[in-house]
């Protein structure tokens, strides 16, 4: 049974930076499609990036592209959400979660496998 952790989430200032991980267990991270969603109070839960089985092409929220980088690193068996320039509307609850496929759907339904979340809180 694959499990998923994650840690790094906290309280920033706006315009300041956050390293979320997720660490993998159960199995190798490399045969999955990991993803990284978040949730707000009262709204749905949103895709913010997922990156393939060998990392080799990521893929973005337009209103993260360019201050946000997944990453992977198959021999600690865990993937990063570096998260700069944060801005107050990406205060959520963040999700790790991974798939036994393509990327694909970037539906949070396509997913099999969810972390806790860790929360991200960004103040103005």
């Known amino acids: 049974q694959v499990q998923l952790a994650e840690s790094g989430g906290g309280l920033v200032q706006a315009g300041g930076s956050l390293r979320l991980s997720c660490a993998v267990s159960?199995?190798?991270?490399?045969?999955?499609?990991m993803g990284w969603f978040r949730q707000a109070p009262g709204k749905e839960r949103d895709f913010v990036a997922d990156?393939?089985?060998?990392?080799?092409?990521?893929r973005y929220a337009d209103s993260v592209n360019d201050r946000f980088t997944i990453s992977r690193d198959n021999a600690k068996n865990t993937v990063h959400l570096q998260m700069n320039r944060l801005k107050p509307e990406d205060t959520a609850v963040y999700y790790c979660?991974?798939?036994?496929?393509?990327?694909?759907?970037?539906?949070?339904?396509?997913?099999?496998?969810w972390g806790q979340g860790t929360q991200v809180t960004v103040s103005s």
């Open positions: 979660a991974a798939k036994r496929q393509l990327p694909g759907a970037r539906s949070w339904q396509t997913y099999d496998y």
């Open positions: 990156i393939s089985w060998m990392g080799s092409s990521s």
């Open positions: 159960g199995d190798s991270v490399t045969a999955y499609t």
